[in-house]
């Protein structure tokens, strides 16, 4: 299993980034997919999940109506759109592929991360 992310970088408040997961080595097609956060110095923060097919998505309440999860099953790829940007947003984001197509919380495989910076 491989999860490679991408599209972290530095954006102003109110800004916005989209990041990406490119899986390989799995089903894709078969498996819910999560991203998460680690801020400076805190814990690691469930962020967002997206079901197998896509058919339900879940946010934590401090990014719902302002990040957005999508997947394309053809690609391989899960993303990320974040907009209306935060400082308290700043944080190293990871990739998850969860153990089952429609369950969330029960990660087995994480990516490396990428880097978002908030910040005027």
């Known amino acids: 299993v491989q999860l490679v992310e991408s599209g972290g970088g530095l954006a102003q408040p109110g800004g916005s980034l989209r990041l990406s997961c490119a899986a390989s080595g799995f089903t894709f097609s078969s498996y819910a997919m999560s991203w998460a956060r680690q801020a400076p110095g805190k814990g690691l923060e469930w962020v967002s999940g997206?079901?197998?097919?896509?058919?339900?998505?879940h946010y934590a309440d401090s990014v719902k109506g302002r990040f957005t999860i999508s997947r394309d099953n053809a690609k391989n790829t899960v993303y990320l759109q974040m907009n209306s940007l935060k400082p308290e947003d700043t944080a190293l984001y990871y990739c998850a592929k969860e153990r089952y197509g429609r369950s969330l919380y029960e990660y087995d495989y994480w990516g490396q991360g990428t880097q978002v910076t908030v910040s005027s």
């Open positions: 997206i079901y197998s097919d896509g058919s339900d998505t």
